[in-house]
């Protein structure tokens, strides 16, 4: 295969180790960042010429985050590769989105030019972004959650009566460039969609081939959303101990983004309770969790949350599980590095939290500069 301009101004580097979904462990090994973004080596590429002191992981993403409440810049710097924006006013993320992939194609454009000066290079710098992906607006019914909350900024919320207009909604959304289309099920706050409404919600998502997550608070609303055919909850069921036959049709079929630090942050509540005893038999079920905070929702670690991994190993979650959970969805352009020594298998749950909650978001551009990468304990500067 021939390579274009940007393979061929690629440079190869060698790290301790490296964790890819479907393949594991490898290392040492080598990678090649070129200005398009991150490749294995290849042999006919050339000899290394730097090393990457630190484990080379796909980027990070939580799953379950609002960026009309927390910084996007906060969220790069904190260890975030990649975010899914779970309720917001769909212009303004759209808009979001489109910075965040003109900051990467800008930086890429930079590091493909063979001579700038330091100067010019930063004068045209652009702050970088987690990747985003959006749910665009909440969509509930006349009066529902959380169209009367403060935080709730204006364009966030579409209140729907009944299946046409969620059907137009599901369309509003989408076409703004929405990945997901979001529900709101919380009968402690107000009225829900009927069923009908949820199901024309769900069934116009899936035509437009989208996933549909719900905000299921309440009783019976979990089990709502399932026959509904929601394909994941935006929190752990908190509200109520499911039955144990739901537990096994919604491991067969959801995925649930985990968001148990909401729960007290740091100082756990009986909903963290009841959500770490759902989701550990959902786990052992063979259910599908990711990694999600809900940030912007109270006083959270700003970037990757290790109370939130400490919860989900705490739920039956090992490493490799857990790797998993943190690197959902598409992956990132840009790569997470985290410190040379994992802990050893065994390590107890806040030894390994403390570990990856020490990640840094990696990009190519970051190593086609003239000085040396950092390692994963420092700051990550972005280099010209």
Known sequence: MSTGPEERAGVTVTVDARWERGTGWTGPTAVVATPGGFRSRAGTDPAPTRHLTGVLLPGFRDAHVHLSLVDAEALHRGGLAAVDDLGGDPAVLSALAARSRAARSARSARSARSARSARSARSD???????????????????????DRSWAPPGSVEEVDGP????????????????????????????????????????????????????????GQAERALVAGVDRL???????????????????????????????????????????????????????????????????????????????????????????????????????????????????PEEVAAWLARARVLTAHDLLGPAPVPSPDQPLEVRP
Do not use: M
């Open 234 to 348: 935006a929190h752990c069921p908190f509200s109520e101990r499911l039955p144990e036959r739901l537990v096994a049709a919604a491991a067969r079929s959801q995925t649930w983004i985990s968001t148990l630090d909401v729960h007290g942050w740091g100082a756990p509540t009986d909903q963290h309770a009841v959500a770490l005893d759902n989701l550990t038999r959902f786990v052992a079920a063979g259910g599908t969790v990711v990694y999600g905070t809900d940030q912007g929702n109270g006083p959270l670690p700003v970037g990757v949350d290790e109370r939130e991994l400490v919860a989900l190993l705490d739920a039956g979650l090992t490493l490799d599980p857990l790797l998993h959970a943190l690197t959902s969805g598409p992956p990132p352009a840009a790569l997470t590095l985290l410190p040379a020594t994992r802990p050893g298998q065994g390590a107890p």
């Open 125 to 147: 710098r652009a702050a970088p972004l987690p990747e985003v992906r959006f749910a665009g607006a909440f969509l509930t019914a006349p009066g529902g959650y959380p169209s």
């Open 164 to 219: 046409d207009e969620a059907v137009a909604a599901v369309d509003r959304q989408v076409d703004a460039g929405a990945s997901f289309v979001k529900v709101a099920l919380h009968t402690g706050a107000g009225p829900v969609p009927d069923d009908a409404t949820l199901r024309a919600v769900v069934g116009r998502a899936h035509e437009r081939g989208r996933t549909v997550v719900a905000h299921t608070e309440g009783a």
